[in-house]
């Protein structure tokens, strides 16, 4: 999933600029969109789901003929952001987040300091949207396990699938009596990537397997944090769990990918990250 944030202060066109982008983007695939509200209740305490919420309920769902809208206590932007993956989204408009991560469009100038701004506009005026939609199809993909499944359930051989599996590596807390509180990876990145194609496609080969997607992350991961996702699909559980284990170890001796690991006890570099 492509995703953007679009800042700007007040009466800058942010929302009317918001539309007119997922306009443009809704004829190339599905797009989800992301409000980032401050001091705003979505339910009066007076409503019956708003007294669900205050009473203590982690999540609220509620649903009428018109759709649902669902509240999650302690929610944020990452977790808002991977509900839109995992719902098959492609792209992703954000209005607001200037404090965040991702690639901003900015409209008109701003004092507060905003990172990775891909794109200056000036407000309210005549937007080429064409520009714009092209910018956001360049921006890094936002994986998650549950977009990696739905990538798969979309595929046009998946009425051959029987089952799907899944592998999710995550930094590890305690080895040995020793505590790590975070690892750094970097990878070689095209060769990286030439070595996960070669293997998602050599697996494919092997029979009864339909699909496989290998996703690594990079950078700086905090203990518990997920590090890699694979997806296998086949036709029968048979011939699965094989092809997840492979893909593991072929990933662990095939692809240029080190770690520095951080830990109570120092700092030091690895090639094994599993």
């Known amino acids: 999933m492509k995703a953007v944030a679009v800042i700007g202060y007040k009466n800058t066109g942010k929302t009317t600029f918001v539309c007119r982008l997922v306009e443009k983007l809704a004829l190339k695939g599905k797009v989800g969109t992301v409000k980032i509200m401050h001091d705003h209740r979505f339910d009066s305490p007076e409503k019956d789901t708003g007294k669900h919420f205050d009473s203590g309920a982690e999540n609220v769902t509620a649903v009428s003929e018109e759709g649902l809208i669902s509240i999650q206590r302690g929610g944020g932007l990452?977790?808002?952001?991977?509900?839109?993956?995992?719902?098959?989204?492609?792209?992703?408009?954000?209005e607001g987040a200037t404090n965040s991560d991702l690639p901003k469009i900015m409209l008109g100038e701003m004092k507060e300091k905003a990172g990775n701004v891909v794109l200056r506009l000036a407000p309210c005026s005549d937007w080429d949207m064409d520009e714009v939609a092209g910018i956001v199809q360049q921006t890094s993909e936002i994986v998650t396990l549950d977009s990696m499944i739905n990538k798969i359930r979309n595929i046009p051989e998946f009425p051959l699938t029987g089952s799907i599996g899944t592998f999710t590596g995550v930094v590890r807390g305690e080895t040995d009596d020793i505590s790590t509180k975070m690892l750094e990876f970097e990878k070689y990145e095209t060769v990286a990537d030439e070595r996960i194609e070669k293997i998602c496609?050599?697996?494919?080969?092997?029979?009864?397997?339909?699909?496989?997607?290998?996703?690594?992350?990079?950078?700086?991961?905090?203990?518990?944090?997920?590090?890699?996702?694979?997806?296998?699909?086949?036709?029968?559980?048979?011939?699965?769990?094989?092809?997840?284990s492979d893909a593991i170890e072929r990933i662990k001796s095939e692809v240029p990918i080190w770690k520095k690991e951080v830990t109570m006890e120092g700092d030091f570099w690895v090639h094994d990250h599993a």
């Not at 990452?78 to 954000?94: C, H, K, S």
């Open 78 to 94: 990452d977790e808002a952001l991977e509900v839109l993956a995992g719902r098959g989204m492609e792209y992703a408009i954000v």
């Open 201 to 244: 496609n050599d697996l494919k080969q092997k029979e009864g397997i339909i699909e496989v997607l290998i996703h690594h992350k990079s950078g700086r991961l905090m203990r518990g944090e997920d590090i890699v996702y694979i997806v296998v699909a086949s036709a029968h559980r048979q011939e699965l769990f094989k092809a997840l």
